[in-house]
């Protein structure tokens, strides 16, 4: 899919029966993605038109070069993507929507931080 079809993919939601969750398992398949093709060709994501086109949305004090570097780099560590997602359960709150996690749910992704460290 071209770069205007992953954005409308990423961000739809309202038609998605997991509603929010849906929609953070498909950005981080984008996500995924666009490792898998700093993988392949670093230069073809860290083009400069490419740069441009999400430089509205994207803020950072790492230069062109150095993120060329990263990728370049650390691109073997792309082989070994691992994705989760915290579920919690939906409260409203003054009218606003939240996601509140339990203990449980804190501690396990707390272990698997500290698991993917070590």
Same mark, same amino acid.
């Given at each position: 899919?071209? /770069?205007?079809?992953? &954005?409308?993919?990423?961000?739809?939601?309202?038609?998605?029966?997991? /509603?929010?969750?849906?929609?953070?398992?498909?950005?981080? &398949?984008?996500?995924?993605?666009? #490792?898998?093709?700093?993988?392949?060709?670093?230069?073809?994501?860290?083009?400069?038109?490419?740069?441009?086109?999400?430089?509205?949305?994207?803020?950072?004090? #790492?230069?062109?070069?150095? &993120?060329?570097? &990263?990728?370049?780099?650390?691109?073997?560590?792309?082989?070994?993507?691992?994705?989760?997602?915290?579920?919690?359960? /939906?409260?409203?709150?003054? /009218?606003?929507?939240?996601?509140?996690?339990?203990?449980?749910?804190?501690?396990?992704?707390?272990?698997? #931080? #500290?698991?993917?460290?070590?």
């Amino acid at each position: 899919m071209d /770069g205007a079809q992953a &954005l409308q993919f990423s961000r739809m939601r309202y038609d998605d029966p997991q /509603g929010d969750y849906g929609r953070q398992i498909r950005q981080q &398949l984008v996500i995924e993605s666009v #490792i898998n093709e700093l993988k392949d060709d670093p230069s073809s994501v860290l083009s400069n038109d490419f740069l441009n086109a999400v430089s509205d949305n994207v803020r950072s004090n #790492i230069s062109l070069t150095s &993120l060329r570097n &990263l990728a370049t780099k650390y691109r073997d560590s792309a082989q070994t993507i691992n994705r989760d997602q915290m579920t919690g359960t /939906g409260v409203m709150i003054d /009218g606003v929507s939240y996601q509140e996690m339990s203990q449980d749910e804190i501690t396990r992704v707390h272990n698997e #931080i #500290i698991d993917a460290t070590n």
